[in-house]
């Protein structure tokens, strides 16, 4: 038997009120799995994440989070989720107020806090390296740090799934990288899976295990190395993208203005 | 040794009625404040005094009748603004509007009792009746019982509603609780400081707070002190310099958020 399935997508539609934003996804995520979700903007990376995350129901089709149907899963807070933006409005809560809050779903909402929530929310807090700050105000943080102390409240609830909408955003290159390692070693040593959506190909080309590109249907699904090549960019993002080169010499990105229909990629 | 001010019967209720406004308007102000919604107070003010207006005219007590009426009222907006067809600032304003509306007509069907209506435009706490202590202490024990519960909930859905909803809790219903404590707190607000004023005091103590507190709940904490500083402060200047007691109060907290300001504070 092969690694348990967490997330299991299947035949997802979904239309806002100017259009189809997503047809037809269907896609699994195994226990482990590292999965990156690019597409250009419009594409419906984060009408799908939302989907996932039981924030809005799909038109059609089913999602199935750890064997259950989504709309009847109770056990929210095993799946970790990390907001776009990380609560940029200067919300005026301590770094360890915010952390706790993760915790808050699993213990109970009128539970006293035992020695194990200590632990975890102190566990947390060290993975993510915001003890130091914890006491500081969420105001007085920067991007960087903001992202570690969503990352730390998302990992307070002791999740078993990490769902990231467009991590890096409003961070610098430097705890870029520091994030991406860190997200990596999450993965490979406490076989945590994560699902991803960037608009950053290159790094999510470097960083996953499985890449899923999303152009309002699903264009490919499989290991980034069978997927880039050739004239892959063009296919996912239309005809007008530019390749521009990171300093690590990997591909960075792909037009934003892009939107074009994708015409066919071979599915591995 | 009471203080003279203290040794009359109407100021003694007017010091317990504000001291327990004083603890309570900050306490949801603050979620009110932090989810930048304030102008719910306002609203639930202004529909208020249709709900005064309509007790008034039926013989029944118009605090009961504010009460029921901003619980309406409260449930209607939420239910508005929810469905997502009207955004929450128009789903407010048609509220506003619409009590003011309700309440002009109701005044101009009874004529006669316009003096007690303008008592609850700007507050006569000195009017406030052990009845009303009684209502107040009730109800306002009710807010911050509810508040101790829900709290966990409105701190997650205030720091950010998806995140919330993502965890499992269930914000719609947490959305409702917060507008009507908020309800109920303005209708019982509304003999200390009078409708106009109520969302001030309900916000103004919370924003000096923000200056100050280095995590939300002693935004909370000292939000309740710098309140309490004011209805106090404020009641003894107004009963000795004979001011109108729900402006003087308000006009305090409107000075101590200026000190706030100073520079060297917090942020």
Redesign the interface.
Known sequence: MGPRVCIEVKGVGFGYQGGQALSDVSFSVHEGEYLGIIGPNGGGKTTLL?IV???LSPDEGSVRLFGEPSEEF????R?G?V?QGH?AEP????V???VW??R??RMG??ARRSPEDREAVGRAMEAAGVHEIS?R?L??LSGGERQRVSIARALA?GPEVLILDEPSVGVDIGAQEAFYAFLGKLNRDQGMTILFVSHDVGVVAREVGTLLCLNKRMVCHGRPENIIKGDFLETVYGSHVKNVYHRHGNLKNAGHDAGHDAGGCDAP | MLPEFLSYGFMQRAFAAGLMIGVIAPLIGTFLV?RNYTRLADTLAHVSLAGVAGALMAGLDPVAGAVCVALLAAVGVEALRGRGNVVADAALAIFLWGGIALAVVLISLSRGFNVDLFSYLFGSIATVGGDDLIVIAALGALVVLVLG??Y??M??V???E??A?????RVRLVNHVLVALAALTVALSLRVVGLLLVGALMSIPVLAA?RF?????M?IALSVCLSLASVVSGLVLSYYLDLASGGTIVLVSVGIFIVSLLPGR??
Do not use: C
Request: aromatic share 14%; glycine share 8%.
């Open positions: 939302k995350l039981g924030l109770s056990q929210r807070y799946i989720y907001p609560g919300f005026p809560a301590s360890s107020e915010v809050s993760g808050f779903p909402l009128l006491r105000l105001g007085q609830s | 932090v519960v829900f966990r909930q701190f997650m205030s720091f950010h998806d995140l909803l993502a965890s499992g809790i923000m507190a280095r995590s939300f709940r935004v917090n942020k």
